[in-house]
């Protein structure tokens, strides 16, 4: 079966640890709901250097050709800020479905309910 991306977005809280560990839980429930998921924060800051405005702007780039493949955008936590906005704002741009991980994972069971 082939998986469609699943862009993942959250209001990342700046913290490293933290924010990886949120960001891996984000993309399990994503693929438990049969998505790939796709989540920038978890592998651009190995190699994008953020401190440098170049590589910010390449990082940027990169994150908005990653969702620009994606079947979907998926909003996770509580919170918005200024890049989940813009991801939003992108996703509706390009006719991207924007949904909440609730929202995938609601989808997802009503898949599986079986009818006795």
Not at 9 to 33: L, N, V
Request: charged share 25%; glycine share 6%.
């Amino acid at each position: 079966m082939k998986r469609p991306l699943a862009y993942i977005t959250a209001a990342w809280s700046g913290d490293c640890e933290a924010d990886t560990e949120q960001a891996a839980g984000y993309c399990r429930i994503a693929y438990e709901a049969g998505f790939s998921p796709v989540c920038p924060l978890l592998y651009l800051p190995l190699f994008i250097n953020d401190a440098i405005p170049q590589e910010h702007k390449d990082g940027i780039d990169i994150r908005r050709d990653m969702l620009r493949r994606s079947r979907v955008l998926v909003v996770c936590g509580g919170d918005m800020d200024e890049d989940v906005k813009n991801d939003i704002a992108v996703a509706q741009r390009l006719n991207i479905t924007a949904t909440t991980l609730a929202g995938i994972v609601t989808v997802n069971q009503q898949g599986r309910e079986s009818h006795d």
